[in-house]
């Protein structure tokens, strides 16, 4: 690689490390690395598909592309909460596919170093939504959930989106 390119690569990456889209599911929120985001979109018309899990509510075209769209919520194993202004699509490159995020609100992109993220605990009980927490971030007085972003899905449900679309 050129050493130019080689160096323009590296700063794009320092000026996303430690950056982090948040976003809200009710009362919790959430942040999700900012590398893996690609863009966030106004809900739209989703096609539903036949015999796909409740929490993948279906495809979207989005500028010729399609995309499969999962309700966050549902996934985490919340209440469905009907969708209104402030629901939005964020869109992820996750393992080389691309995915639609369905999420409450979004709230701001916020810079939380490494030092400032602690494990989440371990509970026994087997917390579905604890597998895909990778960290919690200290903000201020509050807690942003972070999230594992490539354990949203099995390599084995990514391989059936991958299909579908």
């Known amino acids: ?7 323009k690569l590296e700063n794009e990456e320092d000026t996303q490390k430690d950056k982090f889209l948040t976003f809200a599911l009710g009362s919790e929120v959430y942040g999700i690395e900012i590398k893996f985001v690609t863009e966030i979109i106004g ?3 989703v096609t539903k598909i036949p015999d796909l899990p409740q929490y993948v509510k279906g495809i979207i075209n989005l500028r010729g592309k399609i ?5 966050v919520r ?3 194993n919340k209440l469905y909460r009907e969708y209104n202004d402030r629901t939005c699509i964020v869109v992820v490159d996750i393992k080389n596919v691309t995915l639609g ?3 409450d609100s979004v709230e701001e992109v916020l810079t939380i170093v490494e030092q ?3 494990l989440p605990p371990q509970f026994d009980h087997g917390n579905y939504q604890q597998r895909f927490i990778k960290g919690i971030g200290k ?7 972070i999230l594992d972003s490539e354990r949203l899905l099995s390599d084995q449900e990514m391989n059936s989106l991958e299909q579908v679309c």
């Open 1 to 7: 690689m050129p050493e130019i390119a080689k160096n």
């Open 43 to 45: 809900i739209q018309s």
């Open 67 to 71: 995309i499969p769209v999962i309700d």
């Open 74 to 76: 549902l996934r985490f």
């Open 101 to 103: 995020l369905i999420v």
């Open 116 to 118: 400032e993220i602690v």
């Open 139 to 145: 903000v201020g007085k509050s807690v942003k959930l």
